[in-house]
Nanobody, 124 residues
Framework: EVRLVESGGGLVQAGGSLRLSCAAS????????IAWFRQAPGKELEAVAC????????YYADSVRGRFTLSSDNTKNTVWLQMNSLKPEDTAVYYC?????????????????WGQGTQVTVSS
């Protein structure tokens, strides 16, 4: 069974940093695309970052490029999202998602496996 568990969310002031973790089990990292999505109140799910072994560098949304960094450790089946220079507009529930295949996809419907989400709140 594929399982994803996020952690690391919390409350931080604008300009601060947080690191989210996504612990995965039940599948081989090498065969999957891993992505971070977020959903702010009243808004649709937004792809934040996406990684697959077939690509040299992760994909980042324009809104976070240069501030967020996705990294992974295949030996630990864990993906991290380092978030720096946080802004109030980064406030959202952040989700880790996974799908078998080696494609960059920013579409939530492509992903079958989701974590429960972790809340990130950035105060001004």
């Amino acid at each position: 069974e594929v399982r994803l568990v996020e952690s690391g969310g919390g409350l931080v002031q604008a300009g601060g940093s947080l690191r989210l973790s996504c612990a995965a089990s039940g599948f081989t990292f090498d065969d999957y695309t891993i992505a971070w999505f977020r959903q702010a109140p009243g808004k649709e799910l937004e792809a934040v970052a996406c990684h697959t072994n077939s690509m040299g560098s992760p994909y980042y949304a324009d809104s976070v490029r240069g501030r967020f960094t996705l990294s992974s450790d295949n030996t630990k089946n864990t993906v991290w999202l380092q978030m720096n220079s946080l802004k109030p507009e980064d406030t959202a529930v952040y989700y880790c998602a996974a799908e078998k295949g080696n494609y960059i996809s920013i579409f939530p419907s492509w992903y079958d496996h989701w974590g429960q989400g972790t809340q990130v709140t950035v105060s001004s």
